[in-house]
Nanobody
């Protein structure tokens, strides 16, 4: 079972940048595709970005394409989300999770998430 700890969130002005990190425990981290998700107040959790087990493939929600970049370092058991040109609508709690490579759907336990707040 992979356990996940997200960090790097904060308060930023519109147009600013943040880099989120997701540290995973367990020796099997490098076996899994990983994804970032977010949940805004009153809304369902939604997919943001995904990356294959070796970093060779990435996929983004249309709402973040061209602004966000997902990456991973399997030697550090960590997946990152670089967020640029942030908008107020990006405000949410961000989570990472292992995902199914076929459809980017999450499985496994969720971490506590990290809050991202973008002011206008």
């Amino acid at each position: 079972q992979v356990q996940l700890v997200e960090s790097g969130g904060g308060l930023v002005q519109a147009g600013g940048s943040l880099r989120l990190s997701c540290a995973a425990s367990g020796r099997t981290f490098s076996m899994y595709a990983m994804g970032w998700f977010r949940q805004a107040p009153g809304k369902e959790r939604e997919f943001v970005a995904g990356i294959s087990w070796n970093g060779g493939s990435t996929y983004y929600a249309d709402s973040v394409k061209g602004r966000f970049t997902i990456s991973r370092d399997n030697a550090k058991n960590t997946v990152y989300l670089q967020m640029n040109s942030l908008k107020p609508e990006d405000t949410a709690v961000y989570y990472c999770n292992a995902v199914r490579a076929t459809n980017w759907s999450p499985f496994g336990s969720w971490g506590q998430g990290t809050q991202v707040t973008v002011s206008s």
